[in-house]
């Protein structure tokens, strides 16, 4: 059975199935609204359910009108009215599963390695700077990593993975994978890219291995020359943690990105800023205007960042986040 989703104060409308959630609903239908972890924790796609009923793993029965609804776990049992913070007309997402080989291990810090995969001989994906991909492991579950090439590098993908205590992948799979062994893997997925045409200065921050999608958006910028500034803070515990400071710190000294490296722990010859990364970046700006802010990284940032700048006088709309929901 088949129940139609509306958008309040638009035309938009599609079907959804039984079954299937809200989100992957508008995707099939050829429509965008903002989403990262896909599992009701990161609150990235929170919208407001008008009328109807539906159901979600993580909060239950929902029936409109409801204030705050999860998207990505909200499957209809009526038509529903919703209003998403945003909704674009996209193409329908082509996803690709397909079998990538590991090629190169790296890692830079004790708790973070560098995955570097290449796909089949011939094969290029199509995907955008700051998107993620899904592992597929063999028990069938999956782990969410983003990717650190650009997009025009789509011959492979460069995977930062940090390390959970006793983690499915970054502590098992990890430990015993070697050059030429094989991930099933499927892409792209997310929203966390620059809006395309705009030229209003691009704030991002990352807080650990958020620094991947942030690696991605910069790269595939000076590659496409972008006409509008671009800000970094990068905040960690210690200087370690900062595991590819120098390749920051490389795009700040060409002029073409400003970088700002936050640390919360230092030792005492840190002579650097100091404390939680999204105070530093309010202490510097004050008002937020004009600025898109890109906050990627531990759910607790991205939180705070959106709480503390929208209170500062951010619009919702021009926030936008990739929160890292650790899994076991």
């Known amino acids: 059975m088949d129940f139609q ?22 995707e099939r239908a ?20 008008v009328t109807g009923e539906g159901r979600s793993p993580v909060q239950g029965a929902v029936a409109g009108p409801a204030k705050r609804t999860l998207l990505c776990c909200l499957r209809p049992d009526t038509d529903l009215t919703i209003a998403p ?12 599963t397909l079998e990538a080989s590991v090629y190169r291990i790296t890692q830079p810090a004790d708790d973070v ?3 570097q995969l290449r796909l089949p001989a011939g094969v290029r994906v199509k995907f955008g700077a700051g998107q993620y991909l899904q592992i597929e492991l063999d028990d069938g579950t999956r782990r969410n990593y983003s990717m650190a090439n650009a997009p025009h590098e789509n011959d492979g993908v460069q995977l930062h993975v940090r390390h959970v205590p006793g983690g499915r992948f970054s502590e098992d799979v990890l430990g015993s994978i070697a050059k030429g062994d094989r991930l099933r893997i499927e892409l792209p997925f997310g929203e966390f890219t620059l809006r395309e045409g705009s030229k209003r200065p691009a704030l991002m921050l990352a807080t650990g291995t958020g620094f991947a999608p942030v690696k991605s958006i910069v790269e595939d910028a000076l590659r496409r020359r972008l006409e509008r500034p671009l800000y970094l803070y990068w905040g960690a515990r210690r200087i370690a943690d900062l595991y590819l400071s120098a390749l920051a710190q490389k795009w700040h000294d060409s002029g073409r990105v400003q970088f700002v490296p936050v640390l919360s722990e230092p030792d005492e010859a840190w002579t650097g800023r100091r404390g939680l990364v999204h105070e530093a970046v309010l202490e510097d700006l004050g008002s937020f205007a004009g600025y898109e802010v890109y906050a990627c990284g531990n759910p607790a940032m991205t939180s705070a960042a959106r709480e503390t700048f929208l209170k500062a006088g951010l619009p919702e709309d021009d926030f936008f986040s990739d929160a890292f929901v650790h899994t076991d």
């Not at 958008?7 to 409308?13: F, H, K, N, P, Y």
């Not at 913070?85 to 690709?96: C, N």
């Open 30 to 49: 050829g429509y965008a609204v903002p989403y990262s972890c896909r599992k009701g924790v990161c609150s990235s796609c929170e919208g407001r359910l």
């Open 5 to 26: 989703i509306f958008v309040a104060d638009s035309d938009i409308t599609f079907s959804c199935t039984a079954g299937e959630t809200v989100l992957d609903a508008a």
């Open 85 to 96: 913070r945003r909704i674009e007309k996209r193409d329908p997402v082509a996803r690709k």
């Open 113 to 115: 390695t560098i995955l």
